[in-house]
Antibody
Framework: EVQLLESGGDLVQPGGSLRLSCAAS????????MGWVRQAPGKGLEWVSS????????FYADSVKGRFTISRDNSKNTLYLQINRLRAEDTAVYYC????????????WGQGTLVTVSS | EVVMTQSPAALSVSPGERLTLSCRAS??????LAWYQQIPGQAPRLLIY???TRATGIPARFSGSGSGSEFTLTISSLQSEDLAIYYC?????????FGGGTKVEIK
């Protein structure tokens, strides 16, 4: 079974930056599309970004476009999300998940990492 | 953007009862529709994809149906461990979108 472990969440001031990581335990990582989904406290799920297994064709929600960058290092089985110019409304648990591209659902999910944006 | 609307927002059901949750898409999404279960304090879990295919390890009491823009998730006999919020999601077009969720409570 695929296991995903996110890290990098923290308390950050508005305007700050963070890099989230997601380490995956799967031998097929380099062929697996991946994505990030977030959940603000007490709210529903919001898709953030997705990327193909090759690292091509990233897509972003309008709410994060231009501030967030998704990437991956297939040699390390790791997915990243660079988040810049953080806003209070970015406060959420960020989940990484397999799938979310090439007409795939999100089939395996990590436990999430909390990003809190506050002064 | 495809808007996903779930109904009802919440419901309370007795153990053993049959439960039907609805999800409507503002545009046709073919069968590219998934259902997720989120138990309180846990990450979401994929239940159904392709509108009607159960994911690995999902009990047979969960079933999905529909295509185009109208979808349903049925739990044939509710168990206490099914207390959760259920979300639908379309993966037919960008941006990927989730419904607002249906909270299932046990009477």
């Amino acid at each position: 079974e695929v296991q995903l472990l996110e890290s990098g969440g923290d308390l950050v001031q508005p305007g700050g930056s963070l890099r989230l990581s997601c380490a995956a335990s799967t031998v097929t990582f380099n062929t697996s599309p991946m994505g990030w989904v977030r959940q603000a406290p007490g709210k529903g799920l919001e898709w953030v970004s997705s990327i193909k297994g090759s690292g091509a064709d990233p897509f972003y929600a309008d709410s994060v476009k231009g501030r967030f960058t998704i990437s991956r290092d297939n040699s390390k089985n790791t997915l990243y999300l660079q988040i810049n110019r953080l806003r209070a409304e970015d406060t959420a648990v960020y989940y990484c998940a397999t799938g979310g591209h090439d007409f795939n659902p999100f089939d395996y999910w990590g436990q999430g990492t909390l990003v809190t944006v506050s002064s | 953007e495809v808007v996903m609307t779930q109904s009802p927002a919440a419901l309370s059901v007795s153990p053993g009862e049959r439960l039907t949750l609805s999800c409507r898409a503002s545009e046709r999404v073919s069968s590219r529709l998934a259902w997720y279960q989120q138990i309180p304090g846990q990450a979401p879990r994929l239940l159904i994809y392709g509108a009607s295919t159960r994911a690995t390890g999902i009990p047979a009491r969960f079933s999905g149906s529909g295509s185009g823009s109208e979808f349903t998730l049925t739990i044939s006999s509710l168990q206490s461990e099914d207390l959760a919020i259920y979300y639908c999601q379309q993966y037919s077009s960008w941006p990927l979108t989730f419904g607002g969720g249906t909270k299932v409570e046990i009477k």
